[in-house]
Nanobody, 113 residues
Framework: QVQLVESGGGLVQAGGSMRLSCVVSGTAFSADIMGWFRQAPGKQREWVATIKPDYSIAYKQSVEGRFTISRDNAKKTLYLQMNDLKPEDTGIYSC???????WGQGTQVTVSS
């Protein structure tokens, strides 16, 4: 059974930094396309970043230059380093394996102005 467990969220002031982690089990991970998504209060879930097995990366335009997605295949862990956080980055951040129906429970990120 595939499981995704996110951690690292919390409350931070605007301009601050935070690092999210997603530990994956039940899958090879190294061959998986992984992504981070977020859902702000009252809004639909939106895509944030993707990393492929060949380490190619794509970002939502509003986070490019501030966020960095990475993976550690040996630890089966996905990361999202978030710098220069803005109040509009507030939301529940979840990791996802493309092609699966599996999502983590999410971790809350709150950025105060």
């Amino acid at each position: 059974q595939v499981q995704l467990v996110e951690s690292g969220g919390g409350l931070v002031q605007a301009g601050g930094s935070m690092r999210l982690s997603c530990v994956v089990s039940g899958t090879a991970f190294s061959a998986d396309i992984m992504g981070w998504f977020r859902q702000a209060p009252g809004k639909q879930r939106e895509w944030v970043a993707t990393i492929k097995p060949d380490y190619s990366i794509a970002y939502k335009q509003s986070v490019e230059g501030r966020f960095t997605i990475s993976r550690d295949n040996a630890k089966k862990t996905l990361y999202l380093q978030m710098n220069d956080l803005k109040p509009e980055d507030t939301g529940i951040y979840s990791c996802h394996i493309y092609g699966s129906g599996t999502w983590g429970q999410g971790t809350q990120v709150t950025v105060s102005s």
